[in-house]
């Protein structure tokens, strides 16, 4: 499964975020936050600007991203350190909660949100190796609701999406916030040198994609300017995007990836070399012009994403390093978006990107797994529909996802009992005939007109006779 289907504008969201949360010139009634939210050790594919967006979007304002080591990332410009953790196995190394005791000690404001959670087999939730060095800890228990607020919170409204509890270890002097209705701690904070720190559960925060869900504004804003207050900075002096550090350029290919993911950068790179003529051949062509230029390695089991020019792997996806085929079909599922442009497939851009991985899978020697990969997703669109008749790629409203994934994958395998080159065929036909200067769009219509040259005959029929409303007429290329 690839849980993150439509994410070809990631990048572009990324860069509108990046653009900070605020305007610096007005008067403002309180001092700026310049924050900084990490995804350096999970990767969302929000990018973790949904907490900036609840709760720091006051004028004068601005929070940024990092995506690279945390020790390394300039913090001079920030007094608002964010650090949201899941399950992820990425490492707090000594060095990290080294500079977060530095942030502190001269006046910053530090929050870590987390719920104890554990990622595959590991033993350790890695934001408590980062709570554990002031006192605190994510603990396993559940949260009982209702919880309430204790001390400055007191009699204040706490909502929550449930989540978990925190333990206090230690001698330090705690400023208790929330409590569960069970008495066991779920937010608190402390004083370290001249900075303040907070730890909290994540479920007290609003989680949704589009970052309208500000539940706790009422308490959320003043604790953050207060958590800040301890550092001025200076508002014509914005903070910077962190990117990730490591930047190599191999046989025309940028990578990018944080010193946490450079344990896995040269497999994954091992696995593209591999990849890479193996998509050429079965797309038939290169990638688009200026396309798949660069790689980013993303701390995340959950997916990827393809912007064209620039493609994202999540490290872990399909038990990777452990298990191989999930890279490979993912290398083929993100690759084939930047492959495929300038027009983006009408009917099955998704469905044919996975299929294409499967190929690319085959192609290397997983048969096994990728033949159980399009079995599974045959069978799940089955369900829905057993002869493959019902539902319309290209015009149809309310697919199921499962069908529109696996048609075209159902489509192509018919068509490659006969030509196994078809896609080959296809996609090198549509580089010809689907010139941009000449076409402004590229339909359904269209890519049944190529699909018949690559055959060399009237799909139309056939396509019509599975329930795909496609119009002869309607198409801009020629038929053979
Ligand atoms: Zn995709």
């Known amino acids: 499964m690839h849980p993150?289907?439509?994410?070809?504008w990631a990048l572009a969201t990324l860069l509108l975020l990046c653009a900070g949360v605020g305007a610096a010139e007005t008067v403002q009634p309180h001092a700026p936050i310049h924050s900084v939210t990490d995804i350096a050790h999970e990767f969302?594919?929000?990018f973790d600007g949904r907490f900036a967006r609840n709760y720091l979007s006051g004028k004068g304002n601005v929070d940024v991203r990092n995506w690279g080591t945390l020790h390394k990332c300039d913090l001079s410009r920030v007094n608002l350190l964010v650090l949201p953790t899941g399950a992820s196995p990425c490492p707090y190394l000594p060095e990290d909660v080294k500079a977060v005791?530095?942030?502190l000690e001269e006046g910053g404001g530090v929050v870590l949100l987390?719920?104890?959670?554990?990622?595959?087999?590991?033993k350790t939730y890695r934001l408590n190796e980062l709570a554990g060095a002031f006192g605190a800890e994510f603990a396993k228990r559940a949260a009982r609701a209702p919880l309430s607020g204790v001390g400055e919170l007191e009699g204040k409204p706490i909502k929550t999406y449930g989540g978990r509890t925190l333990r206090l270890i230690g001698a330090a002097k705690w400023d208790l916030l929330v409590r569960d209705a069970a008495g066991n701690l779920v937010a608190a904070r402390r004083k370290v040198g001249k900075g303040k720190l907070l730890v909290c559960s994540r479920a007290l925060a609003g989680h949704q994609p589009d970052a309208k869900d500000p539940i706790n504004a009422a308490w959320w804003q003043p604790l953050l300017r207060d958590l800040a207050s301890g550092k001025p900075v200076d508002p014509r002096r914005r903070?910077?995007?962190?990117?990730?550090?490591?930047?190599?350029?191999?046989?025309?290919?940028?990578?990018?990836?944080?010193?946490?993911?450079?344990?896995?950068?040269?497999e994954i790179l091992a696995i593209y070399r591999e990849c890479r003529p193996a998509m050429e051949r079965i797309m038939g062509v290169p990638p688009a012009e200026g396309m798949l230029a660069s790689l980013i390695l993303l701390p995340t089991g959950g997916g990827g994403f393809s912007s064209g020019r620039t493609i994202g792997l999540g490290t872990w996806w399909g038990g990777f390093p452990d298990k191989r085929y999930g890279m490979v079909e993912l290398l083929g599922h993100e690759g084939t978006h930047s492959w495929v442009l300038p027009f983006s497939e009408p009917m099955w851009n998704e469905g044919i990107a996975t299929y294409v991985g499967i190929l690319l899978g085959r192609e290397l020697g997983y048969t096994k797994e990728a033949d159980a990969t399009?079995?599974?997703?045959?069978?799940?669109?089955?369900?829905?529909?057993?002869e493959m008749k019902k539902f319309d790629l290209a015009r149809g409203k309310d697919v199921p996802h499962a069908v529109r994934m696996a048609k075209p994958m159902w489509i192509w395998e018919q068509l490659r009992q006969?030509?196994?080159?078809?896609l080959a065929r296809y996609f090198r036909l549509k580089r010809k005939?689907?010139?941009?200067?000449?076409?402004k769009r590229y339909t359904a219509d269209d890519s049944v007109a190529v699909l018949s040259q690559a055959m060399g005959r009237d799909l139309f029929p056939w396509f019509q006779s599975l329930g795909i409303r496609v119009d002869r007429q309607a198409s801009q290329v020629p038929l053979p």
């Open 4 to 8: 993150f289907p439509h994410l070809v």
């Open 239 to 266: 903070p910077h995007h962190m990117e990730a550090e490591n930047k190599e350029s191999r046989e025309g290919l940028e990578i990018r990836y944080s010193s946490y993911m450079k344990p896995f950068a040269n």
């Open 433 to 439: 005939l689907a010139d941009p200067r000449k076409l």
């Open 374 to 386: 399009l079995a599974n997703w045959l069978k799940g669109a089955r369900r829905h529909d057993p």
């Open 44 to 46: 969302s594919f929000y």
């Open 114 to 122: 987390g719920d104890h959670a554990l990622f595959r087999k590991e």
């Open 101 to 103: 005791r530095a942030f």
């Open 418 to 422: 006969e030509k196994p080159d078809v």
